[in-house]
């Protein structure tokens, strides 16, 4: 069973910073597109960012670019999301998810086939 750990979420004051890491198990090599989600309630589940394993390049949305730094090592199956300069707005549950497809739609959640359990990250102003 392929199974995704997440670990790093909590509770940080505005400005400060987070680090998340996801650790993946289960499947044999990293050949896949790793990507970061958020979802708060009563809204859909948000891109975040994403490394595609076609290219290897890293994709972030908007409203984290220049904040947020997405990372991988694929010897060890574990990826990182370093959370910089934070805002009230980013508190969300953020999960971690893979797509061993490597569809080229990365940022819509529908295409990955695994999920971590999520972990809570709380902004306070």
């Known amino acids: 069973q392929v199974q995704l750990v997440e670990s790093g979420g909590g509770l940080v004051q505005a400005g400060g910073s987070l680090r998340l890491s996801c650790t993946v198990s289960?499947?044999?090599?990293?050949?896949?597109?790793m990507g970061w989600f958020r979802q708060t309630p009563g809204k859909e589940r948000e891109f975040v960012a994403a490394?595609?394993?076609?290219?290897?390049?890293?994709r972030y949305s908007d409203s984290v670019k220049g904040r947020f730094t997405a990372s991988r090592d694929n010897a060890k199956n574990t990826a990182d999301l370093q959370m910089n300069s934070l805002k009230p707005e980013d508190t969300a549950v953020y999960y971690c998810a893979v797509d061993f497809h490597n569809s080229l739609t990365y940022s819509r959640a529908r295409v990955y086939d695994y999920w971590g359990q999520g972990t809570q990250v709380t902004v306070s102003s």
């Open positions: 289960g499947r044999t090599g990293s050949r896949y597109t």
């Open positions: 490394i595609t394993w076609s290219d290897g390049n890293t």
